[in-house]
């Protein structure tokens, strides 16, 4: 069955702190993956990856997929209390990319 | 240029009762998907329309149901309402021409329903 799982669960820094978060996947014909930030209400896109090995860079947000080892991290540097979220990652199969398969999210909590 | 949008916001609704939820798409996408999202979880998916159709469906009861019209909105309806079924209702579009087009999902501020 396919499946993501993304850690850790949950997360607390400190303003300017770097944070790393993780999604592996087992999935057959993967075709993408995408990161979500949901603060309140809607999820909101930040990355979709196809290619293994390039960087998607958004102001201090970034992220990389590794099709090899069936994973992805999300980084964050110098984090800012606005950074508080449940991030959420999730995956599209290839000929079936009406569904996405997602993970239960990391919540970050970025204290000031 | 108007995002996703879902109403009502908040609903409260007893266990047996029926509700029906809308959903207008991003202007320009043709492709409405619907989700429930529980606290604590990750969103699950119900089901997707695009041209008018339900084109796929999770692991969710027949009680769930949906409908897209020509504007491409869509509604969801949940009939006999359960306590389980209380939670977040994501409304998500994309364009999605024939199936084929890898796009990412803009999702509305979601209906938040209770059921007592």
């Known amino acids: 069955e396919d499946k993501v799982v993304q850690s850790p669960l949950s997360l607390v820094v400190h303003e300017g702190d770097t944070v790393t978060l993780n999604c592996s996947y087992e999935?057959?014909?993967?075709?993408?993956l995408l990161w979500y930030k949901q603060e309140k209400k809607a999820p909101t896109f930040l990355f979709m990856l196809t290619s293994s090995g390039i960087e998607k860079k958004s102001g201090r947000l970034s992220s990389i997929l590794d099709k090899k080892e069936l994973f992805s991290i999300l980084n964050i540097t110098a984090t800012q209390t606005g950074d508080s979220a449940v991030y959420l990652c999730a995956f599209r199969v290839a000929g079936n990319n009406r569904k996405l398969i997602w993970g239960l999210g990391t919540s970050l909590a970025v204290n000031p | 240029d108007a995002g996703v949008t879902q109403s009502p916001t908040h609903l409260i609704k007893t266990r047996g009762q029926q509700v029906t939820l809308r959903c207008s798409p991003k202007?320009?996408?043709?492709?409405v998907s619907w989700y429930q999202q529980a606290l604590g979880q990750g969103p699950q998916f119900i089901f997707q329309?695009?041209?008018?159709?339900?084109?796929q469906r999770g692991n969710f009861p027949d009680r769930f149901s949906g409908h897209q019209f020509p504007n491409y909105s869509s509604e969801l309806n949940v009939n006999a309402l359960l306590l389980g079924d209380s939670a977040l209702y994501l409304c998500?579009?994309?364009?999605?021409?024939?199936?084929?087009?890898?796009?990412?999902?803009?999702f509305g501020n979601g209906t938040r329903l209770t059921v007592t």
């Open positions: 999935v057959t014909n993967f075709r993408s």
């Open positions: 202007s320009g996408h043709d492709t």
């Open positions: 998500a579009s994309s364009l999605d021409p024939g199936g084929y087009y890898n796009s990412p999902l803009h």
């Open positions: 329309y695009y041209e008018e159709e339900e084109r």
